[in-house]
DNA sequence: GCGACAG
DNA sequence: ATCTTGTCGC
């Protein structure tokens, strides 16, 4: 029983005939990604135009893998309200893998989008914060490029841990973690992460004065890296920019609810 | 070969 | 991602 293969709670498997399959798609994906703006509203400094934002995460239920809530939030800018939320109960395929997460999670994403879509399209967001990262990734096509390519929507990728890429020293963990630390003294400094290679992968971006632990911002895709940055700390009341936030908070609280509903019926 | 590794 | 209370500080 030696196996390099990864296998999920309800049996799929992942094995390396099944990885290059997903790189090639990746790299096939990537021919259609856009790193310049192409955005429907302007870049000067109001963001003149820019209404509504979107956000989505996926929270998943403690002691299983499989089951999870995938959910959608609208904002408004400026003021950074609560317009729409949307979530869904899903099960997934796969699990997760570095490098691979969009093949776990970009169907249910996916789903939410074109579901807002058809029903209320006036509040459709301009952009959508992935949590996620999008061209910073070893194939330069994480989630957010992904789910931006696909929904053929503007995305921006953020993460919250850093993702090691085979491009040198200065992609490696321990540079990026001490740098990093280094460079961003205060709210709105970044970093960009470039490899050896020339690639600039994306930034590390310190949220706030107050917020020691950077972010990590990528390109999606319709964005441009230094829009992608100045839309995220525009969004950003704490570390975690709202849209994504607000996400995050949305599927938690269902999550909470339905432990209660459990609690309730076998009492 | 061994460890690292978005969520 | 998730398991988890208090605690130090502005």
Known sequence: MHEEEKISDNGDIVDDVQREEWMQQQITLKSRLIETDDISFSTDNEFTGLRYIGGVDLSFVKDNNNDAIASLVVLTYPA????????????????????FLAFREVAPLLSLITSLQS????????????????????RQFGLACHLGVLADVPTIGVGKNFLQI???VELSM???KKVTKDVLKKGGDVYYLKGQ???????????????????????????????AIRLVLRCCKYRIPEPTRQADIC??????????EKRQSSS
């Not at 209320?120 to 061209?135: E, K, L, W």
């Not at 290679?197 to 972010?215: E, K, W």
């Open 197 to 227: 290679s020339g690639t600039v992968y994306g930034a590390a971006v310190r949220s706030l004065d107050t917020t020691t632990n950077p972010i990590f911002v990528s390109v999606g895709h319709r964005i441009s890296l230094d829009t």
């Open 251 to 260: 599927s938690r609280e269902f999550i909470r609810t339905q432990n209660l």
């Open 119 to 138: 029903k209320q399209p006036s509040i459709f967001p301009q952009f959508i914060i992935v949590d996620g990262n999008g061209t910073l990734h070893p």
């Open 174 to 176: 321990p540079h990026v």
């Open 80 to 99: 950074l309200e609560i317009l729409y939320t949307d979530y869904q109960k899903v099960s997934l395929d796969y699990p997760y893998i570095a490098g």
């Open 166 to 168: 085979d491009d040198g």
